[in-house]
């Protein structure tokens, strides 16, 4: 059975950081193209950030320079570090693990953990 577990979520202050953490089992992430999404109430889910497994890493505009992904193969848990976070920052976080199968690309998701970015 496939899990990924999110933590590290909380309240921080505007221009605070936090570090999420998403580990892995079921599967050896090593071949998975591993990304963080976010939803905000009432927004659709979106994509702050991913690394592939050649270690390719990509963010949106609205991230970039603030977050910064990374994987640890060997502990099979993926990172989310996040700087200068902002209010527009708050969202519920989904750590996702994707790979492409003869039959198309197969999704894992998190439970998700809160970030809310308030003063």
């Known amino acids: 059975q496939v899990q990924l577990v999110e933590s590290g979520g909380g309240l921080v202050q505007p221009g605070g950081s936090l570090r999420l953490s998403c580990a892995a089992s079921g599967i050896g992430i090593n071949i998975y193209a591993m990304g963080w999404y976010r939803q905000a109430p009432g927004a659709q889910r979106e994509l702050v950030a991913r690394a592939t497994s050649a270690g390719t890493t990509n963010y949106p505009d609205s991230v970039k320079g603030r977050f910064t992904i990374s994987r640890d193969n060997a502990k099979n848990t993926v990172y989310l570090q996040m700087n200068s976070l902002k209010p527009e920052d708050t969202a519920v976080y989904y750590c996702?693990?994707?790979?492409?199968?003869?039959?198309?690309?197969?999704?894992?998701w998190g439970q998700g953990t809160q970030v809310t970015v308030s003063s």
């Open positions: 996702n693990a994707k790979t492409t199968t003869a039959w198309g690309d197969l999704h894992y």
